[in-house]
């Protein structure tokens, strides 16, 4: 059984849908990003999975049921989140863990857990963005959450509070958590999750590993070349069939689909001295991204 | 249930820690001593017992100035906390809308409660202190004060939720909440006096009359505190009206009761079909 099952799901604001169509699963232990420009529907999948929204068409379950609020092992870190500023980091914790009957030791823990028991007893009103944010963790896994939903949850975190947050999501995915994060941070989510889902205006456009979205967006592998000093119009004439594009002084630029990588670089080994060295980029996420969003989203999606 | 008690500590936590609570408390009990003993110098000594006067002018002052309290308190008491974004979160909890709502009235209305019992008691225990033991206090009229003023209260509390979760701005519910306390506190009275001069009282019958005061809480209050006990009605100037049709006791308690629980029920439907 899936920790969460989407089946064409959708969700109209007035005349416009804010998801439609969106069929997606995610397993136990599992971490899924989930990809997408503001307004890309990325929250209110988040929404309808915590059982806040209604779907208006398609179908949610969510650990075995129908999505409901109030699920005590869900945990949801929203986005830009937001605490009473009068009351200290330790009240805030406790008053949640009240709603969800857990005792104190836990929140004790979880402060320790989150890197915030020195501050626990200074008011939120006084937190950093940072400080802010892993509170906002720390409730979000009271009561060691089956699933865990959190909404941009590294923007505006140092990238040292940024490590120290994928480690947690790390452990807690090993531990059989099922872990959907939404990001526009593209890079940063390329070592840390296991597949990603791309959305744009609603629609789930691509969804994979990283590799399986790679071979999807069938974006060209990437091979530098530095030649030796004035071999430049020497190596260029002889790999002419790959149309190599002169980047400044003693360098190369070849592109070439993902399986045919291999014989160039056959091809480029058997020039010897004249090719000193070379490097070969595979396509980001970022291109992967835009090339799901771009203008051509649609065919992508077809 | 637990829930409705986490979220009414929460609320008088805040409360007592922003000094909201310390503030009302000393408004109304510095208001309160200032009519009784201001207040009963004009009576002098022809023996009119003070606490009856105080009574009387402490009703008048608490019909403004309750509503004001509560309605500030309670006005954004939920549209503030979803535009805050701390809606958002709570509701994933295990806690159903009908809680959030009950859990705030709860501990809004122990917070009222205090700060009036706090305050008018102080003015009781000084008026103790002073007045020679010799006459009989109307105490009954006193506590009814006391327990009308936090009904008074609670109502508007209740009609400030209600406004909270039609809006979707804290700054419309802030206008519509002004507006509402002026209407029920005053335009609606020197409407009614208005009909009753243009028609010099013959186009409203007392009883009708009666009934049509029960649609503003602060009449109810008014008619309570009032015409229910004799020796306050002496002082009151309200004794040609109570003669002329008194609303039983009972039928004033329960209006009173409406007006907390028909606009705590009105929020509760608005707010659990509305989406986040």
């Known amino acids: 059984m899936s920790t969460v099952e989407l089946s064409a799901i959708g969700k109209r604001y007035g005349r416009h849908w804010a998801v439609s169509g969106v069929t997606l699963s995610l397993e136990a232990g599992e971490r899924l990003a989930l990809l997408g420009h503001n307004g890309a529907g990325k929250t209110t999948l988040m929404k309808l999975m915590l059982g806040l929204i209604q779907p208006d068409a398609g179908s949610v379950r969510v650990l075995g049921g129908a999505a409901a609020a109030g699920n005590r092992t869900i945990g949801f870190l929203p986005e830009n989140v937001a605490f009473h500023d009068a009351m200290t980091g330790r009240e805030t914790l406790r008053f949640y863990a009240n709603l969800k009957h857990r005792a104190e030791p836990e929140c004790r823990a979880l402060l320790e857990r989150v890197g915030l028991s020195h501050a626990a007893d200074r008011r939120v009103s006084t937190y950093s963005k940072g400080m802010r944010q892993r509170l906002g963790l720390a409730q979000a896994l009271l009561g060691g959450p089956k699933l865990l939903l959190l909404d941009e949850p590294t923007t505006g975190l140092d990238p040292a509070l940024r490590q120290a947050f994928y480690d947690i999501i790390r452990d807690l995915a090993a531990g059989g958590t099922a872990v959907l994060l939404s990001s526009h941070l593209l890079t940063e989510l390329e070592e840390r999750t296991d597949r990603i889902a791309v959305m744009n205006h609603g629609r789930l456009v691509a969804a994979g590993s990283l590799d399986a979205l790679r071979a999807q967006a069938g974006l060209p592998v990437e091979i530098h070349l530095r030649t030796a000093s004035g071999r430049q119009a020497v190596v260029a004439s002889a790999l002419a069939a790959l149309s190599p594009q002169p980047q400044g002084q003693n360098e190369l630029l070849l592109q070439c689909r993902a399986p045919d990588k291999m014989a160039i670089l056959r091809a480029v080994a058997a020039l010897g001295q004249d090719v000193a060295d070379l490097e070969v980029v595979l396509p980001g996420l970022d291109a992967i991204y835009a090339t799901f969003t771009g203008s051509d989203a649609k065919d992508a999606a077809a | ?276």
């Not at chain 2, 535009?83 to 959030?100: A, D, F, I, K, S």
Request: proline share 4%; aromatic share 8%; hydrophobic share 60%.
């Open chain 2, 1 to 276: 249930m637990t829930a409705v008690i986490t979220i009414a500590a929460k609320e008088l936590h805040d409360g007592l820690r922003n000094r909201w609570a310390v503030t009302a408390t000393v408004v109304l009990a510095g208001l309160a001593l200032a009519l009784a003993f201001l207040g009963s110098a004009p009576t002098g000594h022809v023996g009119v017992p003070p606490l009856a006067v105080t009574v009387v002018s402490l009703a008048s002052l608490t019909v403004f100035l309750v509503p004001l309290i509560a309605i500030i308190l309670s006005y954004d008491a939920l549209v503030g906390e979803v535009e805050r974004g701390t809606m958002l979160l709570l509701l994933t909890y295990p806690v159903r809308r009908w809680e959030v709502v009950a859990g705030k009235f709860l501990g809004h209305t122990l917070l009222l409660g205090a700060a009036t019992i706090l305050g008018y008691g102080a003015a009781g225990v000084a008026i103790i202190a002073v007045s020679a033991g010799d006459t009989v206090q109307p105490w009954r009229a006193f506590l009814t004060l006391i327990a009308t003023s936090v009904g008074l209260g609670a109502s508007f509390l209740a009609l400030g939720y209600l406004i909270s979760s039609l809006v979707r701005e804290r700054a419309t519910a802030a206008g519509i909440a002004v507006g509402v306390w002026l209407v029920l506190v005053l335009l609606f009275d020197m409407g009614l006096l208005g009909v009753l001069a243009a028609t010099q009282g013959r186009g409203i019958s007392p009883t009708v009359f009666s009934w049509i005061l029960m649609l503003d809480p602060a009449d109810v209050f008014r008619l309570i505190n009032l015409t229910s006990f004799a020796e306050v009605r002496k002082y009151s100037g309200m004794t040609g009206l109570s003669t002329l049709a008194q609303v039983p006791l009972n039928a004033l308690v329960t209006a009173m009761l409406a007006w907390i629980a028909v606009p705590l029920g009105l929020t509760i439907a608005i707010f659990s079909r509305r989406q986040l």
